[in-house]
């Protein structure tokens, strides 16, 4: 009986941790700089340009430039991501469709 007890408990706590850990930002003191880069042709006259995109890896922000991407609707609007400030430090916001 104790010995399933401390399995529920080490599951449980397993699950809290990962639920988070999965939820966390990723905070910079100072905003990174945008890399120039150059815009290639687009594939089609549908395709919209999604400027400036950060990703997070390995615990720090990752530029990952521009890129072409189809409106997955008619009169989609893409949103550019940015960033914010918060109190910590600066945070990006991810680009998105409206």
Known sequence: MQ??????????LALTTGVFSASAQIYVKIRPERP????????????????????MRGGKYVFVGGRWAE???????WIPGHWRQRPRGWVWVPGHWR
Not at 3 to 12: C, E, G, S
Not at 36 to 55: G, K, L, N, Q, T
Not at 71 to 77: F, L, S
């Open 3 to 12: 010995t399933l007890k401390k399995m529920i408990f080490i599951t449980a």
């Open 36 to 55: 120039h880069y150059e815009r290639v042709v687009a594939p089609s006259p549908r395709h919209v340009w999604v400027d400036e995109d950060w990703e």
């Open 71 to 77: 409106p997955p609707r008619p009169r989609a609007a």
